[in-house]
């Protein structure tokens, strides 16, 4: 990508996937990206864990009633974990490395797609965060943040419109400012 703001503009959701897989470099750069997000106080409470099989990625799909499916159909789901009792802000830290991969990922030609894990529920009515915990062996004292799961695009996505851009979000100097 030729700067960071034509970075930003490209990166949409992708939640389909064509069949190809990553290669193992391609992972690590990922995984690079995530372990140089920064956190509060260097706490680094988060833990990321790669899901590249095919039947896991499967399972790990169904860990919410919706929204979620396309997991089953990426070359990889990394699923975002921490520590609260390292980290009072842990879900500023977890977000903020769940994004850096998404980021990391469009700057290589992936897509990427955020699961939202905590606070939300399987089909069954299970907290995802016990369904993803269960499957995965995860230590109880570890909270799943999210899952981005991450391909070769699928489809083609139109780059954000500037002209849409909600500035009136924008307040100068105090909120309503002019
Ligand atoms: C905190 C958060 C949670 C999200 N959870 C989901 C999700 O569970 N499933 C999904 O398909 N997309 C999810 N998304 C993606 C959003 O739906 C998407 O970013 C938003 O609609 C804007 O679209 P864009 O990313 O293409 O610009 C999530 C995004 C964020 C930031």
Redo the contacts with the bound molecule.
Sequence with gaps: MESFSELIKA???M?KFTEEELTQEQVVTLMKAALMAPTSKRSNAWQFIVVDEKDKLKELSYC?E???Q?IADAALAVVVVADPLASDVWIEDA?IA??YLQLQAEDMGLGS?????RE?FTASGMPSGEYVHEMLDIPLQLQVL?VIAIGHKGME?KP?NEDNLQWEKIHINKYGGK
Aim: proline share 0%; with cysteine; aromatic share 14%.
């Design positions: 990166r949409r959701s939640r919410k919706q929204a979620s396309f977000s769940s994004i797609c955020w699961v939202q894990v939300r999210s996505r954000f």
